[in-house]
């Protein structure tokens, strides 16, 4: 799914009226029936809804929603600024709300002294994606008072306050929805964490815009969903052996950090490896051989992995529990000055390279690293935010021709051709040790099978994510551990094969 701006958007409305012929009022309308349907699916129960309309079409979508839902019996109460001039669309709306007895529309002044009932559901369709500067005034007061509430709140589109392509200023007023029911497609600043907070759960509405205006304008900021890892999974081959899965080795541990090679082992074999290798310490041995027996054991020393000896053509995972003994330090540098394949870097391996910041135009091109934030800030500096953040990022990928799969609440892969993926599933419930260790086999494994480097940051950080999913819904997100994480990659899997694949597959 493509990541459009608002202006896009508003052309991408343009095209669809164009297209379609039909009208901003017969779209808002469409907006207005996806809304109002998906409130009688989760909320019939609730009779009651506070609706507070702004003067743009984002206003506009709140009073026809305010309309639906009073002609199907809900109680409806409307705030609006009719001294504000409207949009046409939202003139129309408000009109026609005004003609229906019954619909009270009170001005935002009265919400202050008003009893709202304890299950009344608090609607935000203040400003949407045409918010062009901080909330200010009297709305800013109204937000506030609305965000002290303890009801329901349901933005549409976007919280008013929150600006649908970039980071908010410090100290904005922005509406704090518990759902946010949004048009089309999901809007930049839903994904970052500093603004994605304000949306709670993300809804996309489908209001049938133009399918050939989404697939001529171009975007290279994309949500991985299905229909992209449908196009991506392969699905296995009856005729083929264990050489068509090709090799992983996953070199990592350290005394007391073998756990991490058990987790990153695991996800390897669970994501379809053909052949598993571990280059370890000879500390795990044991431990090793007894929870991994499908894996091959190379020991790469005593306690420290100090001597990279690789297998031949193998595709490597480098880092969890390594450690950074100044042995292995060396041992890995050495290692990246002769290595030309891609391999996947993580976690103690990253950490050597931020402390040999000339050893990373030696990591080979289009190898993946999997950083978390601070990771990333030892690698390339601190920023002031996650949009920053995101633009080094960018600018790094580039440089060093690599992906970086950027952990995050949403995961960012970004290519170094400057397109960046989010990934919209897991939860957190995988903010724990451990997680980054599975991420790490998964992504190594899907790499060994030929998936090119790209589908195999993408892949892995969507099935990573799904398999967290499983686990938060089997286990709970507090009582799930990495390896519940680890045991649902079947699932998910099996999840493809029955649901993914044939949805998107036109054989
Ligand atoms: N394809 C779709 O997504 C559809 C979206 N719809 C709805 O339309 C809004 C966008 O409408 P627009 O009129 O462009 O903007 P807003 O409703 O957000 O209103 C902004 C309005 O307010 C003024 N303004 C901007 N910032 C501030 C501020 N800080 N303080 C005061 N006033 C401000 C600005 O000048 C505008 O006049 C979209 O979100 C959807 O809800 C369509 O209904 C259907 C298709
Ligand atoms: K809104």
């Not at 896009?8 to 996806?34: C, V």
């Amino acid at each position: 799914m493509k990541i459009f701006t608002s202006d896009q958007i508003k052309k991408w409305d343009e095209f669809t009226m164009r297209s379609n012929g039909i009208s901003s009022l017969e779209l808002m309308e469409r907006a207005a029936h996806s809304c109002a349907k998906w409130f009688v699916q989760n909320y019939f129960e609730i009779n009651s809804f506070a609706i507070f309309c702004g003067a743009g079409n984002n206003g506009g979508d709140g009073f026809a929603i305010a309309r639906l839902l009073y002609k199907k019996g809900f109680e409806v109460i409307l705030f609006a600024d009719e001294s504000q001039v409207y949009s046409e669309s939202a003139a129309i709306n408000q009109k026609k709300c005004k003609d229906i007895s019954g619909l009270e529309i009170l001005k935002f002044e009265n919400a202050n002294n008003f009893i709202f009932k304890e299950n009344t559901i608090i609607v935000d369709a203040l400003f949407g994606i045409g918010l062009n500067r901080p909330i200010q005034g009297k709305f800013a007061h109204l937000i506030q008072f609305l965000n002290d509430l303890n009801h329901l709140k349901i933005s549409i589109d976007i919280p008013s306050g929150l600006m649908a392509d970039e980071m908010i200023a410090d100290q904005a007023v922005v509406f704090k929805a518990n759902d946010t029911l949004t048009f089309q497609s999901w809007k930049k600043s839903m994904l970052h964490p500093e603004t994605g907070i304000y949306c709670g759960n993300i809804h996309v509405r489908d209001i049938s815009l133009s399918e050939e205006f989404n697939s001529l304008e171009p975007s290279n900021e994309l949500v991985i969903d299905e229909k992209i890892i449908g196009e991506i999974y392969q699905p296995r081959n009856e005729f083929s052996h264990k050489g068509t899965y090709g090799k992983a080795t996953v070199v990592a541990g350290s005394y007391g950090k073998i756990g991490a090679v058990v987790l990153a082992t695991k996800a390897a074999l669970k994501s379809g490896s053909g052949l598993t290798f571990i280059l370890a310490p000879k500390c795990g041995y044991e431990i090793l051989q007894i929870s991994c027996p499908e894996a091959m054991f190379i020991s790469g020393g005593e306690n420290e992995v100090v001597n990279f000896s690789i297998e031949e053509n193998s595709t490597l995972g480098i880092g969890p529990g390594l450690g950074t003994h100044s042995d292995t330090e060396k041992s890995f540098l050495n290692f990246l000055k002769t290595c030309k394949n891609p391999l996947v870097i993580d976690a103690d391996a990253l950490n050597i390279l931020s402390k040999n910041p000339d050893y990373l135009k030696l990591i080979p091109k289009s190898s993946i690293i999997t950083p978390h934030p601070k990771e990333f800030a030892r690698l390339f500096g601190p920023t002031e935010n996650s949009f920053a953040r995101l633009d080094l990022a960018r600018e790094k990928a580039h440089e060093l021709q690599i992906y970086i799969v950027l952990k995050d609440h949403h995961t960012q892969v970004i290519t170094p051709d400057n397109r960046v993926f989010y990934n919209i599933t897991g939860n957190s419930g995988m903010a724990k040790g451990g997680s980054g260790d599975a991420l790490l086999g998964i992504i190594t494994s899907l790499l060994a099978q030929s998936y090119s480097p790209e589908n195999a940051a993408i892949f892995g950080a969507w099935l990573h994510g799904k398999a967290g999913d499983f686990a938060a819904e089997e286990f709970s997100k507090e009582a799930m551990l990495p390896s519940d994480l680890i045991d649902q990659i079947g699932n998910v899997f099996k999840y493809l094969n029955k649901k993914v694949l044939p949805k998107n597959r036109k054989d």
